[in-house]
């Protein structure tokens, strides 16, 4: 068979990789970001009742409206932004599908989108498949901020959509008030798109607060935020969350979703109904993570690993410049091959791959396992 492949050079994803490597060397891993341990007992419950009760056939096209009744509940009490169930909330196979559906509703070819770098992964092969542009702005510093002066000159006639991503994967980073600010007023008079994608909207740290786009009425307006239930309620693997943006948007939106994927699971949707509608279940989500991360931390205090605590997310980067100067792709796979630990080398998601020494763990997993790694990675 003769084609022309849409990706030529796309490999296959970093989790991938890493994961099946820590899978193969029996090592801990912590690369990909999922936690080893077990969901709410309740959660699980409450799918098995929905199955029991017959919601086995398909769900509404958008959605149940009752899952996105409660979804705009729980965004309009943290966020003070009322989104239309009706018309502007979308469950989703999970965030990765309302980025792409995002993506190849809005992208032209040729229409340029700018990415931050670093990015999670999945963002440019959309772009690249609709064919447009991605152009790359590099966060900057041990903060990873934005350089407002370069996104500002990145902007021009053939943009169309800006992607965000707070809390930060990889980096750990969140986006503040005065950023938030600074971005409303760079797009403002626009018609760019903002896609925020807000996974761990409900994983930050010390005290701060998730600033989301929603929250800010010149940034709602042009935006899709992006959430997903596999992060918030320790299920990665149902692949389950949802988008919302303003009503002429997810119109737009939906003509794409219903030929995706039309629909998303009916029993789960159902299960997540009930438990969305007490917030403790979400609230004291920030807590459970910080404790995972100050776990983590204090077990490789001893270790030559450099570290500022993660802000959010439940990744930490590491700087390994105290132990080699080999290629962080070269000394992750010789971590998990050698030492029995899997991380994630963070040049696969910076611009033109650039290599700072730096390695991503995932803090989701069991305390036992934390310290056990810790252990390991002290004696490097
Ligand atoms: N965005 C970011 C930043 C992520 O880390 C992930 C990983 N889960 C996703 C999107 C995808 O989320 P989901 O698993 O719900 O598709
Ligand atoms: N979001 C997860 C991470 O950053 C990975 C999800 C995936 O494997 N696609 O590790």
């Known amino acids: 068979m003769q084609f022309t492949s849409k990706l030529p050079d796309l490999p296959t994803t970093i989790f991938t990789i890493m994961s099946r490597l820590a899978h193969k060397h029996n090592a801990i891993n912590l690369s990909q970001g999922f936690p080893n341990f077990d969901p709410d007992p309740v959660l699980i419950d409450l799918v098995a009742d929905a199955m029991k009760s017959g919601y086995n056939q398909y769900a509404p096209m958008q959605g149940t409206y009752t899952l996105r009744e409660a979804i705009s509940e729980k965004i309009s009490s943290l966020y003070g932004h009322v989104y239309d169930p009706e018309y502007e909330i979308t469950v989703t196979a999970g965030a990765t599908q309302a980025i792409y559906t995002i993506i190849s509703t809005f992208i032209h070819k040729d229409d340029e989108v700018i990415i931050l770098k670093p990015a999670y992964d999945c963002y440019e092969p959309a772009i690249n498949a609709n064919k447009g542009i991605p152009v790359f702005v590099q966060l900057e510093g041990d903060d990873f901020k934005i350089n407002w002066e370069v996104l500002k000159q990145k902007i021009n006639a053939k943009t169309k959509m800006l992607i965000i991503n707070t809390p930060h994967n990889p980096s750990g980073s969140v986006l503040g008030k005065d950023d938030m600010k600074k971005l409303a007023a760079l797009l403002k008079g626009t018609n760019i798109i903002l896609l925020s994608d ?46 919302v943006a303003p009503k002429t948007l997810m119109h737009e939106f939906r003509k794409v979703h ?37 776990v983590f931390l204090q077990a490789m205090a001893g270790s030559r690993f450099k570290f500022t605590p993660s802000k959010g997310t439940f990744f930490q980067l590491m700087d390994y410049t105290n132990i080699t100067n080999e290629a962080d792709t070269i000394f992750a796979e010789r971590l998990v091959k050698e030492v029995g630990v899997a991380a994630i080398p963070v040049s696969v998601f910076n611009m033109d791959n650039q290599d700072n020494k730096v390695l991503r763990f995932c803090f989701a997993k069991k305390d036992e396992t934390l310290e056990q790694a810790a252990e390991i990675l002290c004696k490097i």
């Open 198 to 243: 807000e996974v761990y909207e409900h994983i930050v740290f010390d005290e701060q607060l998730h600033s989301s786009a929603s929250k800010y009425p010149d940034l709602a307006e042009r935006t899709f935020v992006c959430a997903s239930f596999g992060k918030t309620f320790h299920v990665t693997g149902w692949k389950i969350g949802y988008c």
């Open 258 to 294: 219903q030929f995706n994927v039309f629909c998303v699971d009916h029993p789960k949707q159902k299960a997540l109904t009930t438990y969305l509608k007490s917030p403790k279940n979400y609230q004291s989500l920030n807590l459970f993570y910080q404790y995972k991360r100050d």
